[in-house]
């Protein structure tokens, strides 16, 4: 089992910052790909990006490619998603899950969900 708890939603102007970090307890964290997924009101949950579980690997979808970017650090069970130049369609629950998968981009092949972080970007 991995329990996950994500940190650092808030809100945000258009053109602003934020990071995101998840925290993982349990199972040995390096065993793990991580995925960043996020849900807005009335759509379906949709992949932000994902790390491979040696972190020498990323992938991110294209409304989020070179404005966020998705790091870990497996000595402290941490993954962090810095996203930059945030738009307000970014608004949305941001998700971390964890997977024995890579690549991963489908929420069907994580295994492991945390209970999202609210991220409110103002126009």
């Known amino acids: 089992q991995v329990h996950l708890v994500e940190s650092g939603g808030g809100l945000v102007q258009a053109g602003g910052s934020l990071r995101l970090s998840c925290a993982a307890y349990?199972?040995?964290?390096?065993?793990?790909?991580m995925g960043w997924f996020r849900q807005a009101p009335g759509k379906e949950r949709e992949f932000v990006g994902g790390?491979?579980?040696?972190?020498?690997?990323?992938n991110y979808a294209d409304s989020v490619k070179g404005r966020f970017t998705i790091s870990r650090n497996n000595a402290k069970n941490t993954v962090s998603l810095q996203m930059n130049s945030l738009k307000p369609e970014d608004t949305a629950v941001y998700y971390c899950?964890?997977?024995?998968?890579?690549?991963?981009?489908?929420?069907?092949?994580?295994?492991?969900w945390g209970q999202g972080t609210q991220v409110t970007v103002s126009s």
């Open positions: 899950a964890a997977s024995v998968r890579w690549v991963a981009t489908v929420d069907n092949e994580y295994d492991y």
């Open positions: 349990g199972r040995t964290f390096s065993n793990y790909a």
């Open positions: 790390i491979s579980n040696g972190g020498v690997s990323t």
